[in-house]
């Protein structure tokens, strides 16, 4: 405590109270292709709808990846998403301008107010409309002639129409009726409805609306838009023509603000909130005619199959430091990327598991090694095993032996997918129900889901050549469905580390005191502090002994290992030794018949 130089009463305040945390051990994360959302972003997503309400839906070119995503969030919930595109990628953008590649930020009023927020070929279904005065919103017709029935009118003031516009006709004795405009030939106007009102219009008086003036409250204020982002083609909703969003009253000026004080300068508004569209930066010019733009150019760029290692593994590096992102799963998704099999699989264990040494990685060989017709009959044992023998051998990686063929709700068809997805589902899973120490195989905890059939179901002489090389068969028992039958990591020595179990439980132990350690920095490596550490050590083993996680345990840290030389280089020793407790992998039953003289305590333990 402070010396005292003068009389009086000095208060101190001492924190003993410091504990071992509890740390995050089921957060997954992905790197690959997906038709829509943020570019080179972490992302993350808590489910299959907020994985398809960020990234869009799956197609033929990114099936493999985003069904590994889905099935991991089908067992958890935290899934870290990094989407991945070419250079060819492109926003996007209005009808008529020139298509612009994907960048954080624009500048050039040459591709319109408005681009798709992301790029992707779905953006082409986009179309945005803006209202920027009370006369676009609603501006008097006059001259129209149409029979009953008809849905092609004859409109003398057709030059003040709009396709997308609103004609509304009637009167309080015909009725009112809403025609949506379809196409303006001179003075010959279509509509996707016919005349239905009580008597046929002749040189009649109309009124022409915005097309969406339905979805606001009134005509714009001076000084501001409506704006509405519209799916045309309906490949977002799966209806043509749905209003995704509509934004009321936007600034057009810079610096406006609500009585409330918060911005409602469009640029601030849409670039903030819509999910769809952000701005260009082009200024928004007042019309007394609505515009309405469809967009075109948007391009997806490199499928799943053919986009570069290069490429995913910039995604994957968002990843690569423990200090920026918690994550203990690290999924593959679709093995062989162009000619390279085992490239990614390499990147992400070589370059992300093996340097944080705080996750492990999943992986699966390559479809080609597994799935019927590209792969011989009989041939896919000696696939499987060429494919892992490629990977670096390390105790911080899984590899399944396979895909399973599932089904594809949003396209309505069957696909086949890889595992990689499932085995981190199932490690999270049971995370969850039990403990990270837990092995995630066999009847009680390794049941996979959504699972059609299999690709390759190994057999028991099978199973024997993979799971030595530590590959996990996945396996389907009639009965008993399909399961994870093997929990091995990818280590080239025969230890404890070999077991996904002991790996996790490591990584949790190594994760959690390392993190209750960061409070002796800078104290006095004295007794007193050696005391502390180790009383904060040791009850949060025996804690993790009590949930059969380890058999055993010891704590040392004096003066055995914290030397006058430890010391003077200002360090502190802590040795950690763990008896890991092992998971059954072989059950040996044995069942002796005796005679009925035979008294059982003389032969017990003969066998």
């Given at each position: 405590m402070a010396f005292q130089v003068s009389p009086g009463i000095n208060v101190s305040e001492f924190d003993l109270t410091t504990v071992v945390p509890a740390v995050a051990t089921t957060e997954a994360a992905i790197a690959g292709v997906f038709n829509w959302g943020p570019v080179m972003q972490r992302v993350l997503v808590t489910s299959e709808s907020d994985l398809v309400a960020r990234f869009g839906k799956p197609s033929s070119n990114n099936a493999e990846t985003f069904f590994t995503a889905a099935d991991f969030?089908?067992?958890?919930?935290?899934?870290?998403?990094?989407?991945?595109?070419?250079?060819?990628?492109?926003?996007?953008?209005?009808?008529?301008?020139?298509?612009?590649?994907?960048?954080?930020?624009?500048?050039?009023?040459?591709?319109?107010?408005?681009?798709?927020?992301?790029?992707?070929?779905?953006?082409?279904s986009l179309k945005f409309s803006t209202c920027t005065t009370s006369n676009a919103y609603s501006f008097a017709i006059s001259g129209i002639t149409m029979s009953i029935g008809a849905n092609t009118a004859t409109?003398?003031?057709?030059?003040?129409?709009?396709?997308?516009?609103?004609?509304?006709?009637?009167?309080?004795?015909?009725?009112?009726?809403?025609?949506?405009?379809?196409?303006?030939?001179?003075?010959?106007?279509?509509?996707?409805?016919?005349?239905?009102?009580?008597?046929?219009?002749?040189?009649?008086?109309?009124?022409r609306k915005w097309g969406y003036y339905k979805n606001v409250n009134a005509a714009p204020t001076s000084g501001m838009f409506h704006l509405a982002v519209i799916d045309e083609?309906?490949?977002?909703?799966?209806?043509?023509?749905?209003?995704?969003?509509?934004?009321?009253?936007?600034?057009?000026?810079?610096?406006?603000?609500?009585?409330?004080?918060?911005?409602?300068?469009?640029?601030d508004v849409v670039d903030s909130q819509s999910r769809w569209i952000r701005s260009t930066g082009a200024v928004v010019s007042t019309s007394n005619t609505a515009s309405y733009i469809s967009m075109i150019g948007g391009t997806d760029g490199s499928t799943e199959a053919n986009i570069t290692l290069a490429d995913l593994a910039e995604g994957y590096d968002l990843f690569a430091s423990a200090e920026d992102v918690d994550i203990s799963l690290i999924l593959q998704g679709k093995a062989g990327h162009g000619s390279n099999d085992t490239g990614l699989a390499n990147y992400i264990i070589d370059n992300i598991a093996e340097v944080r040494r705080d996750c492990v990685a999943y992986v699966s060989p390559s479809y080609a090694d597994?799935?019927?017709?590209?792969?011989?009959?009989?041939?896919?044992?000696?696939?499987?095993?060429?494919?892992?023998?490629?990977?670096?051998?390390?105790?911080?990686?899984?590899m399944d032996s396979g895909y399973k063929?599932?089904?594809?709700?949003?396209?309505?068809?069957?696909?086949?997918?890889?595992?990689?997805?499932?085995?981190?589902?199932?490690?999270?899973r049971t995370d969850n129900d039990r403990d990270p120490w837990w092995s995630p195989a066999g009847y009680n905890r390794g049941i996979i889901k959504n699972v059609v059939k299999l690709a390759?179901?190994?057999?028991?002489?099978?199973?024997?050549?993979?799971?030595?090389?530590?590959?996990?068969?996945?396996?389907?028992?009639?009965?008993?469905?399909?399961?994870?039958?093997?929990?091995?990591?990818?280590?080239?020595?025969?230890?404890?580390?070999?077991?996904?179990?002991?790996r996790r439980l490591f990584i949790v132990l190594e994760k959690a005191i390392a993190r209750a350690a960061r409070s002796t920095l800078f104290e006095f490596n004295d007794a007193f502090t050696r005391a502390q550490f180790k009383n904060l050590v040791e009850p949060f083993l025996r804690d993790v002994q009590g949930r059969r996680g380890i058999y055993d345990f010891r704590v040392v840290c004096d003066e055995t290992n914290n030397t006058g030389e430890v010391i003077d280089r200002n360090e502190f020793?802590?040795?950690?030794?763990?008896?890991?407790?092992?998971?059954?992998?072989?059950?040996?039953?044995?069942?002796?018949?005796?005679?009925?003289?035979?008294?059982?305590?003389?032969?017990v333990g003969q066998f």
């Open positions: 969030l089908s067992y958890s919930n935290k899934l870290y998403t990094v989407r991945v595109v070419s250079s060819d990628a492109n926003n996007a953008v209005g009808t008529g301008n020139t298509a612009a590649q994907y960048i954080d930020t624009v500048s050039s009023s040459s591709i319109g107010q408005f681009i798709a927020k992301w790029p992707g070929a779905i953006g082409n409109v003398t003031d057709a030059a003040n129409l709009a396709v997308g516009d609103i004609l509304r006709v009637g009167s309080n004795t015909t009725g009112f009726q809403d025609l949506n405009i379809t196409a303006i030939d001179s003075t010959t106007v279509s509509f996707t409805q016919k005349l239905s009102l009580k008597a046929a219009l002749s040189s009649a008086a109309g009124t083609d309906g490949l977002i909703s799966g209806v043509a023509g749905s209003i995704l969003e509509v934004y009321e009253n936007l600034a057009i000026a810079s610096g406006t603000r609500s009585s409330q004080g918060a911005s409602i300068y469009y640029r597994v799935v019927p017709g590209t792969v011989s009959v009989g041939g896919e044992v000696d696939a499987i095993l060429a494919f892992r023998n490629s990977l670096t051998s390390s105790t911080y990686a899984v063929y599932r089904y594809d709700k949003y396209n309505d068809v069957y696909r086949y997918t890889p595992l990689n997805g499932d085995m981190a589902g199932l490690a999270a390759f179901n190994p057999n028991k002489a099978q199973r024997d050549i993979l799971y030595p090389a530590g590959v996990n068969p996945v396996i389907t028992q009639p009965g008993q469905g399909t399961l994870l039958f093997g929990d091995r990591t990818l280590s080239s020595l025969d230890s404890a580390f070999d077991r996904i179990n002991v020793v802590g040795d950690i030794y763990i008896k890991p407790a092992r998971s059954i992998n072989f059950i040996q039953l044995n069942f002796v018949a005796v005679r009925t003289g035979v008294e059982f305590e003389e032969i």
